[in-house]
C-alpha cells in the first residue's frame, strides 16, 4: 500500500528521518502551505516568506531526484488550511493507509499528528547530536542542569575541538576572551545575501497580500531559501567573520545588526545545513589555524551546547513549558515592542531592527528586550509569544527555552541559576546605544534616570524573598541594604511612576 511521507516545512533536508525510511518509487511526499501554521501566531512575514520559499525550492529539488510530491500551495483552492485536513485530504487522493513523518519540533503539532486517525509512524528526528534519551539520561538525578555540563558530554561525543581526550587549548570555555565592545567599522563583513529569484518573488507577492498587517517589513528580502545558498552563506561566515566572532560575540552597535554572527540559525532550523556540518567546518578552520581558539570554541558551544541544551530543555520539561511563570508576571508587552515610539535608545534599536531584519543577534534579544520585559515584569506568556513571532529562526523547541526559562525566568530557575537582569551599566559598556539616549545610564534617580536602573532595584524588591539567599546575587542586596533610604524610596517610586506611565500608554 502507498504510504504518505509528511514533511514539515523546518525539515527541508533529504537526510531528514522520514525520507531515509521511505521508499522513492511508492510512496508519496506530503507538504503543505497552511494558514494555520502561519498565523498561531503572528509570525514576521519575513519569517513566513522563508519557510515558504525554502519549501517550495525543497519541494521541486525532492521532485527532480525522482520523489512523486504533492505539494498543497496556500492559495489552492482545496487546501484545508491544517496540516491535519491536508494529510487526510492526501490519504483519501493517493489511497494511502499509512504516514511516516519525523517528530515535530512543538508540542502543538506533535498532539496534532498524534490524533490523526491513520496509522502514523513517527520518526526521532536525527539531525541532533543528543537524542532525547542522551538528554534524560545526563539530566537524570542532577540536582541542577547546566549547560556547561551538558556542552563538555556533547564535546566527548562528537570529538569537536578534542585532541587526546582533552579539550583543544587547555580549556573548556574561552568566554573569559569574548566580551569585548566593537567599534564601527565599515569594512566589517556582513552576512550573505540572495536576490530572490521568481519562486522567491511570487511567495514574496502571497505573503504581501495575505498576512497583512503582521509586524515587520518583507522587503528587502535577501535570506538563503536553498540549501545550496545556505552553503555559501556558510563559506561567507567562515572565510569573513569567523575569525572575529569571539571577541565582539557580546557586543551591539546601534549602526551594524549583525557584527561577526553567522545568521546561520534559520539555516540550521529549517533543515537546509545541519549542525553537525557546520561545526565540523569550524573545527576545521581552527585545525587549520585559520581562526583562534576563542572563536571556534565559542562557536561550537553555541550550538552543540547551548542549541542542543534547548531543545533538550523543551522536550524534557513537557508541553506546560511554555506556560510557566515562576515570577507571577502579569504586566501586557507594551506597544513598544511593536514598534511604538520609545525614547529607550537601546529598546527603540533592537526592535527597529527586528522590524527590518527579522533579526536581532542574542545579546539583544537577551540584554535589551528581554531584560526589559523581565525587569517591567511582562506576563512571560506574551513575552515568548513575540519572540516566536518576530524572529526569522523562531520555533518553539528553541525559542521557548531561550525566552520562558533563560531570558524570563519564568521555569523558576530550570535553565538559569540566577536571572539575567542589569541596569544601564551593561548596555552601557557593551554598545554604542547610549551615547543616543534621551535617558543617561548614568543617572540612577530623579531627571534623566535610564530606566533600567530604576526598573533593576525595583525587580529586586520585588523578587527579594526568592533571590536574597542566591549566593550569585547577593552582593547586589548588599549594595542595597547600603543605600540611604531616602534614595531607594525614590528609586522604587520612581520606577512604578514608570511602569504606571508604560501602561497608560504613553511613550517612556
Ligand atoms: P550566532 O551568534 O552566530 O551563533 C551561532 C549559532 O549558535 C546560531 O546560529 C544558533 O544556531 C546557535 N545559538 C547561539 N545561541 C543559542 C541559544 N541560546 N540557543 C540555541 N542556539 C543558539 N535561537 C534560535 O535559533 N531560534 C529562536 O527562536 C531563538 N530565540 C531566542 C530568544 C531569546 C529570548 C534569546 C535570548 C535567544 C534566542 N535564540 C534563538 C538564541 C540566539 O539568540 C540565536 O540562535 C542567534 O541570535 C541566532 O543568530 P546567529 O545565527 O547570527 O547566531
Ligand atoms: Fe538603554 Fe538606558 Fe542606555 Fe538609554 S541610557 S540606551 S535606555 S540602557
Redesign the pocket.
Known amino acids: 500500500m502507498r504510504r504518505l511521507v509528511l514533511v514539515l516545512g523546518d525539515q527541508l533536508s533529504e537526510q531528514i528521518a522520514a525520507l531515509k525510511a521511505a521508499d522513492k518509487a511508492r510512496d508519496v511526499v506530503v507538504m503543505a502551505e497552511v494558514m494555520e501554521e502561519g498565523t498561531y501566531v503572528r509570525h514576521h512575514p519575513k519569517k513566513i516568506a522563508l519557510v515558504l520559499s525554502a519549501m517550495r525550492h525543497f519541494a521541486q529539488a525532492l521532485e527532480q531526484s525522482g520523489w512523486t510530491v504533492a505539494y498543497s500551495r496556500l492559495d489552492d483552492a482545496q487546501n484545508g488550511q491544517s496540516l491535519c485536513a491536508e494529510v487526510l485530504r492526501r490519504a483519501e487522493e493517493f489511497g494511502a493507509g499509512k504516514v511516516i513523518t519525523t517528530r515535530a519540533g512543538e508540542w502543538r503539532v506533535i498532539e496534532a499528528i498524534d490524533a490523526l486517525p491513520l496509522e502514523v509512524e513517527v520518526l526521532e528526528d536525527d539531525r541532533f547530536i543528543a537524542t532525547h534519551r542522551d538528554f534524560d539520561l545526563w539530566a537524570e538525578g542532577r540536582k541542577a542542569l547546566r549547560m556547561e555540563y551538558f556542552y563538555r558530554e556533547m564535546r566527548r561525543k562528537t570529538g569537536l575541538l578534542m585532541e587526546e581526550g582533552e579539550p583543544a587549548g587547555g580549556q573548556w570555555n574561552f568566554d573569559h576572551d569574548n566580551r569585548k565592545r566593537a567599534e564601527p567599522d565599515l569594512l566589517r563583513a556582513k552576512p550573505m545575501e540572495f536576490t530572490p529569484d521568481e519562486v522567491t518573488q511570487e511567495v514574496l507577492t502571497l505573503v504581501e497580500a495575505r498576512f497583512r498587517g503582521h509586524f515587520g517589513q518583507l522587503r528587502p528580502f535577501s535570506y538563503a531559501v536553498t540549501r545550496g545558498q545556505a552553503l555559501r552563506a556558510l563559506d561567507h561566515f567562515l572565510r569573513y567573520q569567523l575569525a572575529g566572532?569571539g571577541e565582539t560575540?557580546d557586543a551591539m552597535l546601534a549602526g551594524d545588526a549583525?557584527l561577526n554572527?553567522?545568521?546561520?540559525?534559520p539555516y540550521?532550523?529549517l533543515g537546509l545545513l545541519s549542525?553537525r556540518e557546520v561545526c565540523d567546518r569550524v573545527a576545521e578552520a581552527y585545525a587549520a589555524g585559520e581562526v583562534p581558539i576563542n572563536s571556534a570554541e565559542g562557536?561550537i558551544r553555541?550550538?552543540i551546547g547551548?542549541?542542543e541544551y534547548?531543545r533538550g530543555i523543551y522536550f524534557h520539561e513537557g508541553p506546560d513549558y511554555v506556560r510557566r511563570n515562576a515570577l507571577g508576571h502579569s504586566r501586557d508587552l507594551p506597544p513598544l515592542y511593536w514598534g511604538a515610539k520609545t525614547d529607550m535608545a537601546c529598546m527603540q534599536a533592537a526592535v527597529a531592527q527586528t522590524k527590518a531584519l527579522a533579526?536581532?543577534?542574542?545579546i539583544q534579544?537577551?540584554m535589551v528586550?528581554?531584560n526589559f520585559a523581565l525587569l517591567a515584569g511582562i506576563d512571560p506568556a506574551q513575552v515568548h509569544e513575540w519572540?516566536?513571532g518576530v524572529?526569522i529562526?523562531?520555533?518553539e523547541w528553541?525559542?521557548a527555552p531561550?525566552?520562558v526559562g533563560?531570558?524570563q525566568f519564568a521555569d523558576g530557575g530550570v535553565i538559569a541559576s540566577k536571572p539575567y537582569v542589569s541596569s544601564a551599566n551593561y548596555i552601557n559598556k557593551m554598545s554604542d546605544y547610549c551615547s543616543g539616549c534621551a535617558y543617561d545610564a548614568r543617572v540612577k534617580t530623579g531627571a534623566g534616570a535610564c530606566p533600567f536602573n530604576l526598573l533593576y532595584w525595583a525587580f529586586l524588591m520585588r523578587h527579594e524573598e526568592r533571590f536574597k539567599s542566591n549566593p550569585r546575587m547577593a552582593q547586589m542586596y548588599r549594595t542595597w541594604d547600603r543605600m540611604e533610604a531616602g534614595k531607594r524610596a525614590d528609586i522604587l517610586a520612581q520606577a512604578e511612576a514608570f511602569l504606571d506611565r508604560m501602561c497608560a500608554g504613553e511613550t517612556v
Open positions: 566572532f560575540q549583525f554572527h553567522a545568521v546561520l540559525s540550521m532550523n549542525p562557536f553555541q550550538i547551548w542549541r534547548m533579526y536581532a543577534h542574542h534579544r537577551l528586550t528581554g519572540y516566536l524572529y529562526d523562531a520555533f528553541v525559542e531561550n525566552t533563560m531570558s
